[in-house]
């Protein structure tokens, strides 16, 4: 019997797990940063550089897509798992910008079953998006309802999972280290996608397979010392009793089973990614935190219910800096969606919620909070399943009292006004989990973590 063999029928590790229950930006990487101290490994399971984890440590930012924020805690292992995307060009972009700046990046490793996102991936991105763009256009025009694009961040997510999905051609990164097997996969790949290319772009693709070879194995050359069986690598710490921590990426309403379809990404962003997009067994992730914001954002397209497009929604972009971390674009943003978080909260068997950036409410004389969706003149609290169900809702609002104080230096829960309390209060009451983690602003101090705070 191998170490390894026996190291995974032993001690059950005692995991957690950080998850987002709206369309992203929830502010995952605070809660990542809070709980990271007491895990011995961050681990991403799924999506690619579509994400952006903003983690503030020592008074610094870093701005993460790739690289599991674990990176920035000495000692500890950061892997990136066997569901995510890895575009290795961006990921050792990532690499150098962290270590110009100090960070010592020995402690990640990447899984050799993980896909990779290549050039070609990027281009039929932006081309389905196109031909999405002028295909709505037209529908529009002749009065039909059109799917519209996605808004995708162009960065090649789905045509990469697609590939992973359609098999042979699909490229992994233990391939980066086989020159024959890659240069096969890539020849495969240049037959099915160039007509493919060349149809929807109008012209010869600008692909060349020879330099694509020698910049792939270029990068395989470089990340080749973190490429390794990451599986057994995460059994091998479980057996030692170590806890690790999974990180998602993206928002639960964003995945492509269970979010807004098909206005959604390619990957399963909740807890459900987890088994899939490392080896590691639900059973031993114990806490699963389930991250919200106050209200409501989303970038791209597809329905957004409590969507404000006023001065209101305006001054809540402006005091939550609601621009994208990874494409700058500026967020659409409306009220908290209560159905929605329910929904995720169930989805993903959420035991404790962390609810940021409650101080953006501060100042407005009322807050309200959608409850149930009336469609076709009766009322639910159900989440439909797609996204031109969720279109045709209307909201039914509760209006709670709002709190014009700023709650930026509260520390303790007992310390926030009546108004955030009660917000608070109602989020708990309706969601049925506890809020384990109460955000008032960017630092590290400016959280309540309940048990510690109160
Ligand atoms: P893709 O993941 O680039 O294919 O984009 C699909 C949809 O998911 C688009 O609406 C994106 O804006 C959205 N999206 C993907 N990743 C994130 C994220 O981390 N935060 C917010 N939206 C995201």
């Not at 962390?354 to 953006?360: M, P």
Request: glycine share 12%; charged share 25%.
């Amino acid at each position: 019997m191998t170490p390894s063999t026996r190291a995974t029928t032993s001690r059950p590790a005692n995991c957690s797990a950080v998850v987002g229950l709206q369309w992203g930006d929830e502010g995952k990487g605070k809660a990542v940063d809070l709980l990271a101290a007491r895990h011995d490994a961050v681990v991403r399971y799924n999506g690619g550089a579509n994400a952006g984890h903003s983690v503030v440590v020592g008074g610094t930012r870093y701005a993460l897509h790739l690289i599991p924020s674990g990176i920035l805690y000495p000692g500890k292992r950061a892997i990136i798992g066997n569901g995510v995307v890895v575009d290795p060009w961006k990921l050792i972009e990532e690499l150098d910008g962290l270590a110009s700046r100090g960070v010592d990046t020995r402690g990640l490793m990447i899984s050799d079953r993980a896909h990779v996102v290549l050039p070609y991936h990027k281009l039929e991105d932006g081309l389905r998006e196109d031909l999405l763009k002028g295909g709505a256009a037209k529908a529009h025009a002749e009065g039909v309802a059109g799917i519209s694009e996605i808004g995708t961040t162009r960065r090649g997510i789905g045509p990469a999972y697609a590939d992973k999905v359609q098999r042979a051609s699909g490229v992994r990164m233990g391939d980066l280290l086989r020159p024959g097997v890659l240069a096969e996969k890539l020849e495969l790949a240049m037959a099915i996608k160039r007509p493919l290319l060349r149809e929807l772009a109008g012209k010869q693709p600008d692909i060349d397979l020879p330099r694509l070879r020698e910049a792939c194995a270029q990068v395989g050359t470089r990340l080749g010392p973190m490429i390794t069986d990451t599986t057994y690598l995460l059994h091998d710490m479980l057996g030692e009793g170590r806890p690790i921590l999974f990180e998602g990426a993206n928002g639960t309403l964003l995945d492509v089973d269970h979010g807004t379809y098909p206005y959604v990404t390619a990957s399963n962003c909740g807890s459900a990614g987890i088994p899939s997009g490392t080896g590691v067994p639900m059973a031993n992730v114990l806490r699963i935190l389930g991250v919200m914001k106050a209200y409501s954002t989303r970038v791209g397209t597809g329905p957004l219910p409590t969507e404000l497009k006023d001065a209101t929604g305006d001054r809540i972009r402006e005091r939550g800096r609601e621009f994208g971390t990874t494409t700058g674009r500026p967020r659409r943003v409306g009220w908290l969606d209560l159905v929605a978080v329910r929904y995720s909260s169930m989805i993903n068997g959420v035991t404790g919620l962390a609810i940021t950036l409650l101080d953006v409410l501060a100042g407005f004389d009322e807050l309200r909070i959608c409850t149930a969706y009336k469609v076709n003149g009766s009322v639910t609290d159900r989440f439909p399943p797609d996204a031109i169900d969720l279109a045709a809702v209307e909201p039914v609002w509760t209006t709670l009292p709002g709190f014009g104080e700023e709650i930026g230096r509260c520390r303790r829960r007992q310390d926030l006004p009546d108004g955030a309390r009660r917000y608070v209060e109602f989020v708990e009451e309706r969601v049925g989990v506890p809020a384990d983690i109460i955000s008032v602003g960017p630092d590290r101090e400016q959280t309540m973590v309940r048990g510690e705070s109160e």
